[in-house]
């Protein structure tokens, strides 16, 4: 695990998610409060407690990342907030209201949207297909097909190629573009550094501020902890279900990160570990 330096990046700050860009993005009173709410969620996947009484809240403007080792729940977490799993305890409140229950595609046609762990586009269809798919329940927004293909300047001329036959980083390009044209406010992505050599991850995340840009909210999973550092205004971490670490990137140190990320005790200072 790299080095947590220059973490919360630049263009968080500039994107409004510091405090004080919180404060100016809410601006109203409705503002003030979290677009996504997650209260004491509890899943289980058969015997197996997936996530144990884990909570988050995500305030308009911000990338919200969700950190953790494999099988820490990171995407039990999204999935249930897209409402592919049903919770056996807790609350998911968006927008002001009681999500919980609400079946996944009147989630979809509300505002979330999830670009899933490993893609999952149609490889037989074509590109542009794919992206109508996403466009079928779409919203009303800025995002359209055309849109996508001003953010990935290679895709429009490869339009009518079969995704199966595209690079892993292209992949991923669609299926962000898939979710995109949905016009959603909350963007949930699931690793997307699943399988990507590092100059394509870092080429993929450097389209995150132009998304922003459009007024969109981001909770994002990522094994990748300096990717999500870099990127993060808000960070959680997650180990076997549990939260073990919940602040803002600045405001911990990467032993912390480290020590919550894999299970080790938080060292002690040396003047409390002397006898
Ligand atoms: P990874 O990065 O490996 O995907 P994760 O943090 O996203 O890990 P989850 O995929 O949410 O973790 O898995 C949490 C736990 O739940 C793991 O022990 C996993 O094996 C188990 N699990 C996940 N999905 C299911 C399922 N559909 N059926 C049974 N067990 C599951």
Known sequence: MSEPKGRGGDWTEERGTSDEGRSRLRGGPEASEPLLEVSELTVHHGQLRALDHVSLRVFPGEVYAIIGANGAGKSTLLRTIAGLHQPTDGAIRYDGKDMTKVRPER??????AMVP???RLFGSLTVEEN???GATYARKGPWTIERVYELF???RERRAQRTAQLSGGEQQSVAIGRALVANPRVLLLDELSLGLAPVVVQRIYAMLPQILATGLTV?????????????ASHLQCLL?????????P???????????YFGLAPEQDEEESEP
């Open 250 to 260: 600045s405001e911990v140190t990467p032993a912390q990160v480290e020590a919550a």
């Open 219 to 231: 909770l994002l999973v990522e094994q990748d902890v300096s990717q999500a550092l870099r990127v």
């Open 153 to 155: 300047g290679w895709m």
């Open 107 to 112: 989630r979809a046609t509300a505002g979330i």
């Open 117 to 119: 762990e490993g893609r």
């Open 240 to 248: 076997e279900g549990h939260t073990t670490l919940e602040g803002r």
């Open 131 to 133: 992206l109508q798919i």
